[in-house]
């Protein structure tokens, strides 16, 4: 199962700057194109909808062969469509494959991750008494 991981660092800044002194160290690199950081939720959120996790979804469970296709599917505008998938592939959820078709381009959605999760760890709460 191939996941995408949406992980919360409150302080991303001290967190690179140990990963690059245990790059320099061991000289082995640490990109890992499966999960994104974030240090504030409303950016999150702003960029990853409840929409757009219902059009993930769409794509994943129903392998749809074209973006009118995905339209028809989530029964909304193709506008809206074209630019929640141009958002998800940025994000790297989704690959967009172009195709020839009968008059124009054909432009099919696949998802390139069976799940996605949100990593949140809060400071461990100090022990009451």
């Known amino acids: 199962m191939k996941t995408f991981t949406f992980r919360y660092n409150a302080h991303p800044r001290k967190e690179s700057l140990a990963a690059i002194r245990e790059v320099i ?3 082995k690199s640490d990109v890992r194109s499966n999960e994104m950081i974030f240090s504030d939720f409303a950016g ?5 909808t409840k929409s757009r996790l219902d059009l993930f979804a769409k794509i994943a469970e129903n392998n749809p062969d074209s973006l009118t296709e995905l339209a ?20 790297g959820l989704i690959r967009l494959e172009k195709h ?14 069976d799940r996605v999760l949100l990593e949140y760890a809060p400071k461990k709460m100090k022990a009451a008494g």
């Open 25 to 27: 160290r061991t000289g």
């Open 44 to 48: 999150l959120f702003k960029l990853l």
């Open 72 to 91: 028809k599917l989530c029964d909304k505008d193709l506008g809206n469509i074209q630019r929640d998938v141009t958002v998800l592939e940025s994000i």
């Open 100 to 113: 020839p078709g009968q008059r124009r381009e054909r432009v099919k959605p696949v998802p390139l991750y």
